[in-house]
C-alpha cells in the first residue's frame, strides 16, 4: 500500500514551529482573559467595601484610619 509522500525534515519543523506558534497566541489570550477576570473581580471586591463605607456613616479616610489603628494594635499584639 502506498503511503504518499514522505514530509521533509524542514517541512516537519515548519509544521511544529506553526503549531507552537498559535499556542502561544493562544496562551496569551487566555492569560488576558484570566487578567480580566482578576481584575473583575478586584472591581468587584472594592465595590463591597465601597458600599460598606458609604453604609457605615464615616468618611474614607476615617475607615483608612481605623484600619491603620486596628493593623497596627495586631502586629503590636499578636495572639
Given at each position: 500500500?502506498?503511503?504518499?509522500?514522505?514530509?521533509?525534515?524542514?517541512?516537519?519543523?515548519?509544521?511544529?514551529?506553526?503549531?507552537?506558534?498559535?499556542?502561544?497566541?493562544r496562551?496569551?489570550?487566555?492569560?488576558?482573559?484570566?487578567?480580566?477576570?482578576?481584575?473583575?473581580?478586584?472591581?468587584r471586591?472594592?465595590?463591597?467595601?465601597?458600599?460598606?463605607?458609604?453604609?457605615?456613616?464615616?468618611a474614607?479616610?476615617?475607615?483608612?484610619?481605623?484600619?491603620?489603628?486596628?493593623?497596627?494594635?495586631?502586629?503590636?499584639?499578636?495572639?
Amino acid at each position: 500500500m502506498a503511503r504518499g509522500q514522505r514530509k521533509t525534515i524542514e517541512e516537519k519543523i515548519a509544521a511544529k514551529e506553526e503549531i507552537i506558534d498559535a499556542m502561544q497566541l493562544r496562551l496569551e489570550s487566555e492569560k488576558k482573559e484570566l487578567q480580566a477576570l482578576y481584575d473583575e473581580k478586584k472591581d468587584r471586591e472594592l465595590e463591597r467595601v465601597n458600599e460598606l463605607i458609604a453604609a457605615s456613616g464615616f468618611a474614607p479616610d476615617e475607615v483608612a484610619g481605623l484600619l491603620r489603628d486596628y493593623i497596627q494594635n495586631r502586629e503590636e499584639n499578636p495572639e
